[in-house]
Protein backbone atom coordinates (compact mmCIF):
# COMPACT_ATOMS: atom_id res chain seq x y z
CA UNK A 1 0.00 0.00 0.00
CA UNK A 2 1.48 3.92 -0.68
CA UNK A 3 -0.22 6.78 1.61
CA UNK A 4 -0.72 9.86 -0.11
CA UNK A 5 -1.09 13.12 2.05
CA UNK A 6 -1.27 16.42 0.13
CA UNK A 7 -0.70 20.00 1.38
CA UNK A 8 -0.50 23.31 0.29
CA UNK A 9 -3.91 23.99 -0.83
CA UNK A 10 -5.36 27.49 0.40
CA UNK A 11 -6.97 30.78 -0.53
CA UNK A 12 -5.10 33.08 -3.21
CA UNK A 13 -5.89 35.58 -5.64
CA UNK A 14 -6.20 35.65 -9.20
CA UNK A 15 -2.86 35.40 -10.95
CA UNK A 16 -1.08 34.44 -7.84
CA UNK A 17 0.99 30.96 -7.28
CA UNK A 18 0.67 28.14 -5.06
CA UNK A 19 2.73 25.03 -4.42
CA UNK A 20 0.90 21.74 -3.60
CA UNK A 21 2.73 18.88 -2.36
CA UNK A 22 1.84 15.19 -1.93
CA UNK A 23 4.12 13.19 0.76
CA UNK A 24 4.13 9.52 0.12
CA UNK A 25 4.74 6.62 2.36
CA UNK A 26 4.38 3.14 2.67
CA UNK A 27 5.14 1.10 -0.46
CA UNK A 28 8.12 1.68 -3.08
CA UNK A 29 7.77 5.47 -4.47
CA UNK A 30 10.34 5.51 -7.33
CA UNK A 31 8.22 2.63 -9.42
CA UNK A 32 5.34 4.60 -9.37
CA UNK A 33 3.77 7.40 -12.04
CA UNK A 34 2.40 10.08 -10.06
CA UNK A 35 -0.69 12.27 -10.75
CA UNK A 36 -2.45 15.67 -10.02
CA UNK A 37 -6.44 15.44 -10.17
CA UNK A 38 -9.32 18.20 -9.32
CA UNK A 39 -12.32 18.29 -8.35
CA UNK A 40 -14.69 20.70 -8.31
CA UNK A 41 -18.51 19.75 -6.96
CA UNK A 42 -20.67 18.02 -8.92
CA UNK A 43 -18.37 16.93 -11.13
CA UNK A 44 -15.84 14.20 -12.33
CA UNK A 45 -12.23 14.35 -11.63
CA UNK A 46 -10.35 16.01 -14.21
CA UNK A 47 -6.79 15.46 -14.98
CA UNK A 48 -4.12 18.14 -14.18
CA UNK A 49 -0.54 16.56 -14.86
CA UNK A 50 1.17 13.45 -14.16
CA UNK A 51 5.15 12.29 -14.48
CA UNK A 52 6.84 9.59 -14.73
CA UNK A 53 8.22 7.21 -11.68
CA UNK A 54 11.76 8.66 -12.94
CA UNK A 55 10.81 11.89 -13.43
CA UNK A 56 11.95 12.44 -16.72
CA UNK A 57 8.43 12.58 -18.93
CA UNK A 58 5.32 14.78 -17.87
CA UNK A 59 2.07 15.29 -19.36
CA UNK A 60 -0.26 18.07 -18.72
CA UNK A 61 -3.84 18.88 -19.57
CA UNK A 62 -4.68 21.80 -21.83
CA UNK A 63 -6.04 23.89 -19.72
CA UNK A 64 -3.25 24.24 -17.16
CA UNK A 65 -0.24 23.51 -19.74
CA UNK A 66 2.24 26.31 -19.62
CA UNK A 67 0.80 27.55 -16.01
CA UNK A 68 1.32 24.19 -13.95
CA UNK A 69 4.67 22.38 -13.09
CA UNK A 70 4.85 18.86 -11.98
CA UNK A 71 7.93 17.40 -10.05
CA UNK A 72 9.14 14.77 -8.07
CA UNK A 73 11.62 14.02 -5.40
CA UNK A 74 11.67 9.98 -5.07
CA UNK A 75 14.59 10.61 -2.24
CA UNK A 76 12.08 12.10 -0.24
CA UNK A 77 8.75 10.55 -1.48
CA UNK A 78 7.40 13.81 -2.40
CA UNK A 79 5.76 15.34 -5.51
CA UNK A 80 4.99 18.42 -6.20
CA UNK A 81 2.10 20.66 -8.32
CA UNK A 82 3.60 24.25 -8.78
CA UNK A 83 0.66 26.49 -9.99
CA UNK A 84 1.36 29.88 -10.96
CA UNK A 85 -0.95 32.73 -13.35
CA UNK A 86 -3.85 30.90 -11.31
CA UNK A 87 -7.19 31.38 -12.53
CA UNK A 88 -11.12 31.71 -10.79
CA UNK A 89 -11.82 28.28 -12.63
CA UNK A 90 -8.47 26.65 -10.98
CA UNK A 91 -10.77 26.60 -8.09
CA UNK A 92 -11.29 23.12 -7.12
CA UNK A 93 -10.17 20.08 -4.63
CA UNK A 94 -6.93 18.85 -5.89
CA UNK A 95 -5.53 15.22 -5.45
CA UNK A 96 -2.86 13.23 -5.94
CA UNK A 97 -2.18 9.96 -7.32
CA UNK A 98 -0.03 6.97 -8.22
CA UNK A 99 -0.13 4.58 -10.64
CA UNK A 100 1.41 0.99 -9.89
CA UNK A 101 2.34 0.46 -13.86
CA UNK A 102 4.82 2.97 -15.07
CA UNK A 103 2.83 4.42 -18.33
CA UNK A 104 2.01 7.81 -18.22
CA UNK A 105 -2.09 8.49 -18.58
CA UNK A 106 -4.46 11.02 -17.55
CA UNK A 107 -7.33 8.33 -17.15
CA UNK A 108 -8.48 8.43 -13.27
CA UNK A 109 -9.11 4.82 -13.52
CA UNK A 110 -6.15 3.89 -13.86
CA UNK A 111 -4.66 5.01 -10.60
CA UNK A 112 -4.15 2.57 -7.64
CA UNK A 113 -3.58 5.01 -4.56
CA UNK A 114 -5.38 8.27 -3.64
CA UNK A 115 -5.09 11.03 -1.29
CA UNK A 116 -7.52 12.68 0.82
CA UNK A 117 -7.32 16.00 -1.37
CA UNK A 118 -6.42 19.73 -0.74
CA UNK A 119 -8.71 22.48 -1.36
CA UNK A 120 -7.48 25.33 -4.10
CA UNK A 121 -9.58 28.27 -4.18
CA UNK A 122 -8.50 31.45 -6.48
CA UNK A 123 -10.50 34.48 -5.87
CA UNK A 124 -11.31 37.10 -9.05
Known amino acids: QLQLVESGGGLVQSGGSLRLSCAGS????????MGWFRRTPGKERDFVAA????????YYADSVEGRFTISRDNARKMVYLQMTSLKPEDTAVYYC?????????????????WGQGTQVTVSS
Open 26 to 33: GRSFSDVV
Open 97 to 113: AARSTNLLTSRAFHYDY
Open 51 to 58: ITASGGDD
